[in-house]
């Protein structure tokens, strides 16, 4: 009797031992799937955050520029809501000496496309350069009503000019991308 009750003890323990095994194994191979499902969860996030960052580095704001041995940089982009002016500020430092600028051909364009006009009355647009002192140049541009016709822009898609440099009697031709415009 003890041998028989000892057989049927231990049958019944295997028998809930298997029985348990395969709800073990059902729960693996669920977490097994799940794990499966966030891993492509994981990748299609990566692949979408790397995306992402791709297009924020194209609409960062180009604020430098090299040309030909003169470096030249952005310094603050201003807005004047009385005069509707934008007034772009300047460094341009040379590499070398004896260099004299002349900034010609200067346009900025925002982002309906409109092309404001220079200011050719406000604006210093050519001097002497010397090596490693940066020379501040201000830039003036007046929109007229038309071209405000959706308000004032917050950002200039493009700053364009040509620096003709008498020493190597050639032209850099700049351009500065997404500037931010803060108004007063």
Request: proline share 2%; hydrophobic share 35%; aromatic share 8%.
């Amino acid at each position: 009797m003890k041998k028989c009750l000892l057989g049927l003890v231990f049958l019944s323990t295997t028998l809930m031992a298997q029985e348990s095994n395969q709800d073990l194994r059902k729960e693996v191979e669920t977490i097994k799937v799940s794990l499966k499902n966030l891993h492509s969860e994981i990748q299609s996030v990566k692949s979408e955050n790397s995306y992402l960052k791709k297009v924020l580095e194209i609409n960062q704001p180009v604020l430098e520029q090299r040309g030909k041995d003169i470096n030249y940089r952005v310094i603050k982009v201003i807005g004047d809501k009385k005069t509707k002016t934008i007034q772009i500020n300047l460094l341009i430092e040379a590499i070398e000496n004896g260099y004299r600028m002349y900034l010609n051909e200067i346009s900025i364009f925002d982002l309906e496309g409109n092309e404001v006009k220079f200011d050719y009355n406000k604006t210093e647009n050519q001097g002497e350069l010397t090596i490693d002192v940066p020379k501040k140049v201000r830039l003036y541009f007046t929109y007229t009503d038309q071209e405000l016709d959706t308000g004032l822009p917050k950002v200039l898609k493009l700053l364009r000019f040509k620096n003709s440099c008498y020493k190597f009697n050639e032209s850099d031709s700049v351009e500065f991308k997404d500037l931010n415009v803060t108004w007063n």
